[in-house]
């Protein structure tokens, strides 16, 4: 097992990384930054797509699709998230749609096969992703199920089987610098029961049993969640058993909507104290004196920043688009991590 240096707890309603919290001392604008997890939507890190008939789809400009060299770019820009005060990034292995936002999905991107086991060519991609994290300090968010691919499973069984297998290669590789999201978005168009909202706590609290006692850190095992899609509050279930509590801002387009959201989870009987954190968020305005980033962080709840909108030709300009171009290349990537670095003062 290998030995890794940066360490995630929860103290309150804060971060902390390696037994402090996050942004320590950091104020901006007189809001608390400090114990936030600031991140982005970056879930196409290990991206692949096992069909044939949809493949090429996602060719490169100047290449064919290549799954090693989307990792190899993707971690290649991990420094420059970072020196801008990222801490966070979403990483699922199942993906996103890399339309952003799609009805079908025909193409084929799951770490799992249909009976729930693992496979090693994505965990490959995602083990340098995650080992670089920890050197540099670096927390990412590992989703397991995405809707649009948890059909490929068989049953319920193997969706249960996954998980387990899931969570025992995390076990295994002696990760503590990671936060699980079981699933994202669990009240959209989920075919098995149990990724749906109102069952999704029972693999939020076996991903909690199965790691007690074998990871490092004020928990001492994994910290877990799941999303809802835009808009909505987690059912009962849900914040009772979470770690964090996950909420997107997908469809809010009124920042002062963002600031309720933050106060009617914290005003929940089943809330005990956690954090709040946005991590998908396609909302920008970062040129603006208040947008949905401002609004999270002046209720300190964390924000995620979900690109996906694609350009007419070449490289998709989105982080959630395929072929992605994980540099600062945009207006919008631009807008979003000078306004993060501004407010964290960097990478420091």
């Not at 090693?120 to 649009?148: C, H, N, S, T």
């Not at 980033?293 to 690109?307: L, P, Q, T």
Request: hydrophobic share 35%; proline share 5%.
């Amino acid at each position: 097992m290998m030995q890794y240096q940066t360490t995630i707890s929860i103290s309150g309603d804060d971060f902390w990384i390696n037994d402090r919290p996050t942004y320590a001392g950091r104020t901006w604008k007189g809001h608390r930054i400090e114990g936030l997890l600031m991140n982005s939507r970056m879930v196409q890190g290990v991206f692949d797509d096992l069909n044939p008939e949809t493949r090429s789809r996602w060719d490169y400009p100047d290449r064919p699709w290549d799954p090693d060299y989307n990792t190899d770019q993707f971690i290649a820009h991990m420094p420059l998230w970072r020196e801008h005060g990222l801490l966070s990034f979403n990483v699922n292995l199942q993906g996103g749609s890399p339309l952003g936002y799609s009805k079908s999905q025909p193409w084929h991107n799951s770490a799992f096969r249909e009976d729930g086991s693992l496979r090693l060519e994505y965990l490959k991609r995602l083990q340098r992703i995650l080992d670089r994290a920890d050197a540099l300090g670096m927390v990412p968010q590992v989703g397991f199920f995405y809707f649009g691919q948890d059909q490929r499973f068989n049953d319920e069984a193997a969706v249960i089987a996954a998980t387990d297998a899931a969570t025992d290669w995390l076990l295994g590789r002696g990760y503590t610098n990671l936060l699980v999201e079981i699933v994202n978005e669990a009240n959209v168009a989920y075919t098995m029961e149990i990724l749906k909202e109102n069952r999704v706590h029972e693999l939020i609290a076996r991903v909690q049993e199965r790691s007690e006692g074998r990871v490092e850190g004020s928990a001492g095992r994994l910290l877990v969640g799941a999303s809802m899609s835009g808009n909505h509050i987690p059912p009962e279930g849900i914040v009772r058993t979470a770690d964090f509590q996950l909420l997107h801002g997908n469809s809010v387009g009124d920042p002062n909507r963002i600031r309720e959201m933050v106060r009617e989870v914290r005003a929940l009987p089943e809330y005990g104290g956690e954090p709040v954190v946005f991590n998908e968020d396609d909302h920008f305005d970062f040129d603006k004196p208040d947008n949905n980033m401002i609004a999270a962080v002046s209720e300190h709840a964390s924000w995620g920043f979900f690109d996906y909108r694609m350009k007419e030709e070449g490289f998709e300009e989105g982080y959630q688009s395929v072929p992605t171009d994980w540099g600062i290349n945009s207006e919008r990537k631009r807008g979003f991590f000078n306004l993060l670095r501004e407010m964290t003062g960097g990478g420091g």
